[in-house]
């Protein structure tokens, strides 16, 4: 709850797991579940949820054989199945609600991983997996019936790495790896009414469902690393070369490119406790349609969807990390603290260019390059404390910057939007009994600038400009009690 709200909410959540091997240990299975229900957070007591309810249940399991003495072969399978139900009215149908912004997930995921072991202790691994995901969503106000919508995504991954042991002190690691995947999202018909002389409602028309979006995507690439230990220091070099491929139907747009993406590193041991590391990377992002781009957002009675300029080019980012850590028992205290500073330069990052509503108050979000470039940087630090192995402490917090070098035209600002600049968590787990136990949880969002297109604008405000607001600190903190029950020698 928060001070001065329509009190808590609730937030139940149920979990299991348990395991089975084999007398040989050659075969085993595990399986694991859980389930989340929290409910609706009304702030302001006006009937809308300020955080919408969810309900969410995960079950999966884990099966593994071992045909001989240095092989394995591992089965992984887990459904994930989760509604969000923002808005009001929530016992209503979507289209018969003020405000219904709603997903409904169902995820399915699998994969298959051979390993085998030659000479003393190298490696080859070959590994396969899939997804599947289905999505219903509503996003829409005023009793709407045109903003029901589908989102199907097909993702496979197949390939295959070999670990090579040169010596003790150095190894190397080569592979290859294929990706693909195949988007689909549309807008279901729905029918159009019209009220007739005598006041009864009649069907006039029917509109079809339409294709929003069919992208579909191919990457491929192959990718070695050397790491060699000298001394009190260890090196790290690898690279990457990789090809990707976006085919966007829908657009008649079709995108692709090679990238090489080098790293290194290098750690270096300053004492027996304390270490240091320094890193160089670089990584980018290929222009395609991106899941959450399809997450159309409802505010203000604006209704926002997002899409890629057709000029859209890949965004590239070169990386910097400059990390102390500290491991040490202090008295009867474990001990570890870390120090991390980063420096992120973004080569034509993507932003948002916020479009003119049309006549329905649908307002387009078109992803563009900004010029020049953009800087994240920041200081991350991490502590945790182990004073027992009954009770442990984990917290950190990180402070940072996020800048394009020319500021947006709109509001005329060039700090990321949605981006707090502080951010931190903490985690307390104490064992006070046999098998008993509880865990506390605490996450801190900073302050952000947000655009707001809202009816609470200043007089004299125009509304399609809006007006960028700065949010304010947000803290949310948990508590949970539990108790671990062995059934048997061989299932927990």
Avoid: C
Avoid at 164 to 171: E, G, K, W
Avoid at 196 to 203: F, H, L, N, Q, V
Avoid at 409 to 434: C, I, L, M, N, S
């Amino acid at each position: 709850g928060v001070s001065g709200s329509n009190g808590p909410a609730a937030d139940y959540n149920a979990t299991f797991n348990a395991t089975l091997v084999t007398d040989d240990h050659k075969s085993g299975i595990s399986v694991f579940g859980n389930m989340r229900d929290r409910k609706m957070f009304d702030y302001n007591k006006d009937g809308f949820s300020e955080i919408a309810p969810m309900k969410n249940t995960v079950i999966g399991t884990r099966i593994f054989h071992r045909p001989g003495y240095r092989n394995k072969l591992t089965l992984d399978y887990f459904n994930i199945r989760e509604e969000r139900n923002g808005g009001n009215k929530q016992d209503y149908p979507h289209h018969e609600r003020d405000i219904s912004e709603s997903v409904a997930h169902d995820m399915n995921v699998g994969a298959l991983t051979f390993e085998q072991y030659f000479r003393e202790s190298d490696l080859l691994t070959i590994f396969a997996s899939g997804q599947y995901l289905d999505r219903d969503s509503y996003y829409g106000a005023n009793q709407s019936l045109s903003d029901y919508g589908n989102t199907k995504d097909n993702t496979y991954n197949v390939g295959a790495q070999y670990k090579f042991s040169i010596n003790d002190m150095s190894s190397l690691i080569g592979g290859i790896e294929h990706t693909g995947s195949h988007l689909t999202d549309k807008k279901l018909g729905y029918p159009e009414y019209e009220i007739s002389a005598d006041g009864t409602e009649i069907i006039t028309n029917h509109v079809p469902s339409t294709i929003v979006s069919d992208q579909s995507l191919s990457t491929t690439g192959a990718f070695a690393q050397y790491e060699i230990k000298v001394g009190k220091a260890k090196f790290l070099a690898g690279a990457r070369l990789e090809h990707y491929s976006v085919d966007d139907k829908q657009a008649d747009s079709d995108k692709s490119g090679t990238v090489f993406v080098p790293r290194a590193s290098i750690m270096y041991d300053i004492t027996s406790y304390l270490q240091t590391r320094l890193g160089i990377s670089r990584g980018y992002r290929a222009p395609q349609i991106f899941d959450e781009d399809l997450h159309i957002e409802t505010s203000g009675s604006r209704q926002v969807i997002n899409k890629n300029d057709p000029a859209l080019q890949q965004e590239n980012s070169t990386s910097l990390t400059l990390s102390f850590e500290f491991n040490k028992r202090i008295g009867s205290v474990n001990t570890n603290i870390l120090l991390e500073g980063f420096v992120n330069k973004l080569h034509n990052p993507f932003r948002n260019e916020i479009g003119e509503p049309d006549e329905n108050g649908t307002v387009v979000y078109t992803r563009i390059n900004s010029k020049d470039g953009a800087i994240v940087q920041g200081v991350n630090f991490e502590v945790k404390f182990m004073p027992s192995d009954r009770l442990n402490f984990v917290a950190g917090f990180t402070a940072q910057s996020s800048k394009y070098k020319v500021a947006e035209e709109q509001f005329g600002e060039k700090k990321f939007f949605r981006t707090p600049d502080t951010y931190g968590f903490f985690t307390v787990d104490w064992e006070f009994a046999r098998n008993w136990g509880v865990s506390a949880t605490g996450n801190y969002t900073g302050k952000m600038l947000v655009p707001y297109f809202g009816a609470d604008l200043p007089e004299g405000t125009i509304r399609d400009a809006g007006e960028l607001r700065k949010s304010k600190n947000f803290f949310d903190a948990g508590l949970k009690l539990h108790y671990d029950m062995r059934i048997s020698k061989s299932v927990t």
